[in-house]
């Protein structure tokens, strides 16, 4: 079964930024839509922020847009996410899955934006 292992998370002041990368131990383009999902503190649903289709197609929560930038490369089986202008209500373990039959999640990574 493909295995995913998120990485790039860290801290970060208000307005900075980061890029995050997903590596998949399997194709990724044999799975479809992919999507970067997160886990605020104390929350127990995952959002999901940024998905991707295997053409290329992207969309994006409203609380994301225009900050974050999702693509990924079926080459080398790793989806990226982007994060400019992070804010401190983007912290979060941020995950990434398939769209719709999801995989066995990661460990994420952490994501602190804080001054």
């Known amino acids: 079964q493909v295995q995913l292992v998120e990485s790039g998370g860290g801290l970060v002041q208000p307005g900075g930024s980061l890029r995050l990368s997903c590596a998949a131990s399997?194709?990724?383009?044999?799975?479809?839509?992919m999507g970067w999902y997160r886990q605020a503190p104390g929350k127990q649903q995952r959002e999901l922020v940024a998905?991707?289709?295997?053409?290329?197609?992207?969309r994006y929560a409203d609380s994301v847009k225009g900050r974050f930038t999702i693509s990924r490369d079926n080459t080398k089986n790793t989806v990226y996410l982007q994060m400019n202008s992070l804010k401190p209500e983007d912290t979060a373990v941020y995950y990434c899955?398939?769209?719709?039959?999801?995989?066995?999640w990661g460990q994420g990574t952490q994501v602190t934006v804080s001054s």
């Open positions: 899955n398939a769209i719709l039959s999801l995989l066995p």
């Open positions: 399997g194709s990724i383009f044999n799975i479809g839509g």
């Open positions: 998905a991707i289709t295997s053409g290329g197609s992207t």
